[in-house]
C-alpha cells in the first residue's frame, strides 16, 4: 500500500507497536501515550530513551493502550525505533492525522532523541 510502516491491531482495535517499531500518540490535551510496556511490544532502548526524555521535558506520559479510532484523531501521531529515531505518522489508512505534518511535540522529542544520541 506504499506505507512505510504498520501498526498491528488488536480485535478490540487498540494498536500494540508497529511491525518493527513502537506506536505513539499525542492528545488533544497534550498527553504523550503509548502502551505500557509488556508481552505485547518490544520495551526497547530507543522507547525507554524517549520515555526519559519526555519525562525530563515535563510532558505528561499516559502509558495505556490507544485505539486506531483514537490515532486518528490525535494531535499527532509518531513512531520510534532505533533505526527511525522519532518519526512522524501524518497519515494512517490514507488519511492526514492533524493536518498532515509532523506536530511540534514529534519535532521536539526527535531534536531531543537526536541531541541525546550525538553526546
Known amino acids: 500500500a506504499g506505507a512505510y510502516e504498520a501498526w498491528m ?6 494498536v ?13 490535551d ?6 505500557k510496556a509488556d508481552a505485547a511490544i518490544l520495551n526497547g532502548v530507543t522507547r525507554l530513551t524517549i ?3 519526555a519525562r525530563e521535558q515535563g510532558l505528561k506520559i499516559e502509558e495505556r493502550p490507544f485505539t486506531l479510532a483514537e490515532a486518528r484523531e ?6 520510534s525505533s532505533t533505526t527511525s529515531y522519532v518519526m512522524p505518522v501524518v497519515r494512517i ?5 492533524a ?10 522529542l526527535l531534536a531531543s532523541y537526536r541531541g541525546y544520541i550525538a553526546q
Open 74 to 79: 490525535a494531535a499527532e501521531a509518531f513512531l
Open 51 to 53: 520515555l526519559r526524555l
Open 9 to 14: 491491531v488488536t480485535d478490540t482495535g487498540e
Open 30 to 35: 497534550g498527553a504523550l501515550v503509548t502502551r
Open 16 to 28: 500494540t507497536e508497529g511491525t518493527s517499531t513502537n506506536a505513539w500518540i499525542v492528545t488533544k
Open 93 to 97: 489508512d490514507g488519511k492526514p492525522v
Open 99 to 108: 493536518g498532515g505534518a509532523p506536530g511540534p511535540f514529534t519535532q521536539k
